[in-house]
């Protein structure tokens, strides 16, 4: 039991590491939001698993919900402009 | 380009060499240390509430969530300043799916409940006052999201917003007349852990904090959807 | 080394604020560098909370049979930095749209998110 989570945590934490990566690197900007979306959800499974509730509530809430939000409608506006000043 | 690559480089492995002796240094402990266990003795008998966090974050370290709250309410003001405009007109996007709208009509009163039944019950299971909020929060932005040249009616959340920050600052100074101190939870009566109605003014400082948190995000994010798409500044 | 959770959550907090921190240094997009400053919150919570952890205790509330108000003391793990954490990720949010918000002027200032294009500060 102890070995099974401790495989699942590793794994957890791969993905992780590697979609941090691709956000960082990607060229295309929803790519990069939705991959910083799925690093705040996984946070928020571990840190369920390291025995804290509260603040495994907060960043369900706050980091995967309303930061991607955020981020898509600040893209929305400022896409807009720059295509204003391309044509 | 290359140099300034390199730089970086070179940056990010020194901080990385200062993290690495976090790493070396830390051992897994088997027994909690001394402020810690004098929180989990005392806290459910001094504060009377069924959630440790709970306790700590309203009542033993209250300071901090005021500065906390003075701190949004910061951001929530200087975003609605910069956004400022003069006349609000309604914009021409008006084309959301049928079926978004008809979701939206459900879910939206289902999640104001459920923020509300998490700040009201902060005391006796996980959540609190910012998770409520956030709650609250998503379900505004439901809103935004499938009506967006609707225009948000901003008295009523700034009402709701300054009523609650005020309040919160009345309770605390209620602490200092009738107890303890600032932002004491006895000047209302503990009761029993465990019940809705116990560890003193707590449930009435998470609601409030909770609906000024809700609103807050809510106007920052209805000003950023207002703003028009090309202004030019001269 | 016996490899327990809090170790994998030190090294994966760890991992998380190099890559923001490198993000931050070497990108030219502007919300790129606000995302990687994103990411770099959210490992630095990850290190704070998983320096609170005990292999086998369980989360301070109160409930049932298992945690009672008598034996809270060495079943539960250290409430002080979840308590931190908290408020910690609330703060953040509101830099990060604080952060957005500012980029947004700027771009309907010069119509570009480039940051090499912002040179008005330099002489």
Do not use: C
Not at chain 3, 9 to 28: H, R, S, V
């Amino acid at each position: 039991m102890e070995t099974f989570k401790i495989i699942m945590m590793a794994t957890l934490a791969l993905v992780m590491i590697i979609s941090a990566v691709m956000a960082v690197v990607s060229k295309k900007m929803p790519l990069a939001i939705l991959a910083s979306g799925a690093i705040s959800l996984l946070a928020s499974v571990f840190f369920l698993v390291l025995a804290s509730p509260d603040v495994a509530m907060t960043e369900a809430a706050i980091g995967a919900g309303l930061t991607t939000f955020l981020f898509f409608i600040i893209l929305r506006k400022t896409e807009q402009n720059s295509h204003e000043n391309e044509k | 380009m290359k140099m300034r690559n390199s730089i970086a480089i070179a940056l990010v492995l020194i901080f990385g060499i200062f993290l690495f002796r976090i790493f070396e240094y830390h051992h897994t402990s088997t027994s909690l240390n001394n402020s810690a266990t004098y929180y989990n003795t005392n806290a459910p008998a001094e504060v009377g509430t069924a959630n440790v966090v709970t306790a700590i974050v309203v009542t033993y370290r209250g300071l901090d969530t005021l500065g906390e709250v003075t701190v949004l309410f910061l951001t929530a003001l200087i975003i609605g300043y910069i956004l400022k405009q003069k006349n609000r007109e309604k914009s021409v996007v008006n084309y959301t799916s049928e079926i978004l709208i008809t979701a939206v009509n459900i879910l939206i009163p289902a999640s104001i409940i459920l923020g509300v039944y998490v700040f009201i019950n902060g005391h006796l299971t996980p959540g609190g006052g910012f998770q409520g909020g956030a709650i609250i929060a998503t379900g505004i932005v439901l809103l935004i999201l499938s009506n967006p040249s609707k225009l948000m009616n901003m008295k009523v959340l700034h009402f709701i917003e300054s009523i609650s920050g005020f309040t919160y600052i009345l309770i605390g100074l209620a602490g200092l007349l009738f107890a303890g101190g600032f932002l004491d939870n006895r000047i209302l009566p503990l009761g029993n852990i465990g019940n809705l109605l116990s560890a003193g003014a707590i449930p009435i400082i998470y609601s409030l904090i909770g609906l000024k948190v809700g609103t807050e995000i809510s106007s920052i994010l209805a000003s950023i959807n207002e703003t028009k798409e090309n202004t030019i500044k001269p | 080394m016996s490899l327990t959770i809090d170790k994998i959550a030190l090294i994966l907090g760890m991992a998380l604020m190099l890559t923001g921190l490198w993000g931050g240094f070497t990108q030219k997009n502007l919300l790129k560098i606000i995302l990687s400053f994103s990411i770099f919150d959210t490992g630095l919570n990850i290190l704070i909370v998983a320096l609170g952890y005990l292999p086998g205790r369980t989360a301070p509330i109160i409930e049932g049979e298992v945690v009672t108000q008598e034996n809270l003391a060495l079943v539960a793990i250290d409430p002080v930095p979840q308590a931190l954490v908290l408020t910690a990720i609330v703060i953040g949010f509101g830099i990060t749209a604080l952060m957005l918000v500012f980029a947004l002027k700027m771009n309907q200032d010069k119509k570009t998110l480039d940051i090499n294009q912002f040179n008005d500060l330099k002489w």
